[in-house]
């Protein structure tokens, strides 16, 4: 009887398995074209036309990767000046406004939106969204690594090799631009691409009776869009100020050595992974139509900070505004059994700083 059990147990689990499995594998049917797709590709230019109207359902994929891409940037710089606000899709995909600054903030809005759209089509493909690609099936069979316990590759690996093509096709300049700008943006492209293939992973799970792990099935996944952010932000931080060498065929670091120091003029190929730019960042204080810039005028500010939403910083020195603001704030919740929540309310009361 026992012995029954356990049998039914096992094969119950790996049918658990199996049904995992087919569901990635399987997909959903190719998108159909729709309107939508069609009105997206016609208003974009050159090569990006080209491209979106050969494929248009991934044409709007690319352009959630970008809507993905920009939700992030509006995370990463809520406290800064430049809070990505403005930046619209647009003017990604038409290189316009801050795009056409070549400042910092270019160099970071560039990398992540060629990751973005290489996220969204690689997603695309896990689900079977387009003929041409899929999983990635070199992860099969048995996987090992020290210090883990092995597994089994299953499910979809999401194969990043095609959102990657797609991106580099989609978004960068085409290799006969040979303009300072169209080397920048390849190189920020490329920088955003690979800040996903480096942080490539697997997830997995574990089936087996009673939470015991008698299988363990893994596939390989990118990393969230969120982390992407935040690596990138980092290299927004420490991004290069860049030119052309002599023979316009390669960037070089801008040198900073101090006057009197001696330079270091080897290895002055920026690295793959950096951010560069071209031209230092405006200001962000007031609008700029030009490059979409809103300024900073009513934006809330922290007094007590030191950092860049301090008002000080926030405010460019044009002084702000307090008022006070009153609030009720549910307080002193207690668990009352069962089952419900009983809270007091307070009088929450603080001053809100805006920047004149
Ligand atoms: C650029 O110049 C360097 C030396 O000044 C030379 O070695 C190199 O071949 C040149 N490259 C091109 C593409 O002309
Ligand atoms: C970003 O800045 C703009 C203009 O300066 C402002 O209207 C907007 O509320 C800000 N967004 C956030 C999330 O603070
Ligand atoms: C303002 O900045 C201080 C110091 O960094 C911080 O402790 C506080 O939480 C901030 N206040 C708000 C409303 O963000
Ligand atoms: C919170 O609960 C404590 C103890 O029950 C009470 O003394 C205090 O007045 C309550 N605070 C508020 C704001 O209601």
Redesign the pocket.
Known sequence: MVRMVRVWLWSLTLAGVFTAMKVHAKGRNPRAITSEALSFCSSLKGNKNKRCSASPEKGLSAREGVELALEQC?KQF?DMRW?C??VTVADIFQTQRILLAGSRESSFLEAIAAAGVAYQVTKGCSQGNWEECGCDSRMSGRGHKSGEMSWEWGGCSEDFRAGYDYSAKFMDPVKTEKSISGFVTRHNNEAGRKMIKDKMDKTCKCHGVSGSCTIRVCWRTMPKMAQVAVELRKKYDHALKVKMNKNKSKLLKMLRGRRGKKRNTNNRRPSVSSLVFLSESPEFCNPDERYGI???H??TCNKTSEGTDSCREMCCGRGYNGVRKVEDVKCNCSFIWCCHVKCDLCKKDWVEYTCK
């Open positions: 509006r809520t809070n606000s403005g809103l300024g900073t009513g934006r």
